[in-house]
């Protein structure tokens, strides 16, 4: 029998658009998180965050939203989206996913089939997942609960891709687990489910695609360091390299990796092999190249104000762009943090200015932010940087631009007598 009600657990940049899209498909969808403010922002039809494909799902959602865990006993199918980060020493940290698992236990039926979404290792979901619901449950996954993974591919501020329409991979405790799930996931997915072997081999997909892209990056990183030295545009190789048609995808470099995927995700795999027995040297390498990368930028904005005579020390520094990637309001791990912390270091005076994050905006505008300053540092460039006009940083006396991702037109900086320090150009 379809499952006609279904539960969403965590209501992020994964469980949201889930919620909708399954909604739209002609679920009855109870959304449930433990941010209240979210909630009530929700029960208003409001978007929390700036997703385009929510903002035009929830205005005609027919979804319930509630803080309450126990609504999922009126479910079939409960998902569970939430977050799975490191801490400060990059270990994974577990205890949104338990205590989500501990919240709905007390409330699951025989037959209930739980889907967890949110990025794990292999090993989670077998090892961790099923005691701390057989634990806080008198009922047995594989006989009496179906457990699946389906791990989230949301690309935060894609125009193209969305939970609708891409591709997923998933993997079950059992046959009938993945029969339901596969189910659910092909009823609300224009796109192919593809069936995994196992529960262990749906979680090594998520962490190998997200660790694929970490080294790649570093990869460029390294790249962009090394021909720094060269004289090399780093950027124009990697543009000419990317016209082979085959057997080459582009990464770039930039001022770090920011997210709460890319820098997370390979710790989770680079821990889980280290109690087994491996050492990923080849990920680990690649993630301490691409956290260097903030440093990196920094190192080639201090060259560059040597080149002038002018100290760090006491500098007025500007540093655009807050969020970990261009026109999203999310700044989990962002590298910009990291560029901060360094100038603050080195005694710079630094003001930020990020339109999608007023919380960690000093400045209230792009002039208030740039006024005053010798440099700029554009470490995301939003749309709104990407059209800077050097003109208006000539104008307001800036001597010297970081572009952080290497967006910005440099020919029309140094045009003006502005220093331009792209990452490796
Ligand atoms: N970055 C680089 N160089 C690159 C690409 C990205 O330095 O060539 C930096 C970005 O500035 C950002 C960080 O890496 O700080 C992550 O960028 P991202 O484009 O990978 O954005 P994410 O973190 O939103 O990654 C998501 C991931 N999706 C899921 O995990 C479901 C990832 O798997 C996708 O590959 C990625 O979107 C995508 O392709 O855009």
């Known amino acids: 029998m379809k499952t006609k009600t279904i539960a969403v657990v965590g209501l992020g940049y994964v469980g949201l658009p889930l919620a909708l899209i399954a909604d739209e498909k002609g679920y009855d969808v109870i959304g449930i998180d433990t941010n209240t403010e979210k909630i009530n922002l929700l ?30 006993e009126q479910a079939e199918t409960i998902i569970v989206c939430v977050p799975t980060p490191i801490d400060h020493k990059q270990m994974p940290n577990l205890k949104p996913l338990t205590d989500a698992c501990k919240c709905i236990a007390p409330y699951l039926k025989p037959g209930h089939l739980v889907v967890i979404e949110s990025t794990i290792n292999p090993g989670v979901c077998e090892e961790i997942v099923v005691p701390t619901l057989e634990e806080n449950t008198n009922l047995k996954v594989g006989t009496d609960l179906y457990l699946a993974h389906c791990p989230e591919r949301i690309n935060p501020g894609d125009p193209k891709w ?65 021909f720094s030295k060269l004289g090399i545009d780093v950027k124009n190789v990697i543009d000419g390299a990317a016209t082979k048609p085959f057997a080459f995808m582009a990464h770039y470099p930039s001022r770090g990796v920011g997210g709460h995927c890319i820098p997370v995700d390979p710790y989770y795999l680079i ?47 500007a540093v655009l762009g807050i969020s970990y990637k261009p026109d999203i309001d999310d700044y989990r ?80 900086f140094t045009s003006r007598g502005l220093d331009y320090v792209g990452v490796g150009r």
């Not at 339901?180 to 196992?198: D, R």
């Not at 821990?271 to 691409?290: M, P, Q, T, V």
């Open 43 to 72: 029960l208003e039809h409001k978007n929390p965050f700036t997703d385009r494909h929510v903002s035009q799902l929830l205005p005609g959602s027919k979804a319930t939203f509630s803080a309450d865990c126990s609504l999922v």
């Open 162 to 226: 969305h939970v609708g329409n891409i591709p997923r991979v998933v993997g079950a405790s059992d046959p009938i687990a993945l029969e339901k799930a596969f189910e659910f996931y092909t009823a609300i997915v224009e796109a192919p489910i593809k069936k995994m072997g196992s529960i262990k081999e749906a979680e090594a997909v998520k962490v190998v695609e997200n660790s694929f892209r970490d080294i790649n990056i570093a990869f460029a990183n390294e790249l962009a360091m090394s």
């Open 271 to 317: 821990e889980y092999a280290k109690k087994n027995g491996f050492h990923h040297d080849f990920l680990s390498r690649a993630r301490r190249i691409n956290s260097q990368m903030p440093e990196f930028t920094i190192q080639q904005l201090v060259k560059a104000l040597n080149g002038r005579k002018i100290a760090m020390n006491g500098t007025n520094i």
């Open 333 to 412: 791990e962002s590298p910009s943090f990291h560029l901060i912390n360094h100038l603050k270091e080195l005694g710079a005076n630094v003001s930020t200015y990020d339109p999608y994050v007023p919380k960690h905006s000093t400045a209230s505008s792009f002039e208030d932010a740039v006024k005053n300053a010798k440099a700029v540092v554009v470490a995301t460039p939003h749309k709104e940087f990407k059209d800077l006009c050097a003109q208006r940083l000539a104008d307001a006396s800036v001597e010297i631009v970081v572009d952080g991702m290497n967006a910005l037109n440099k020919e029309s």
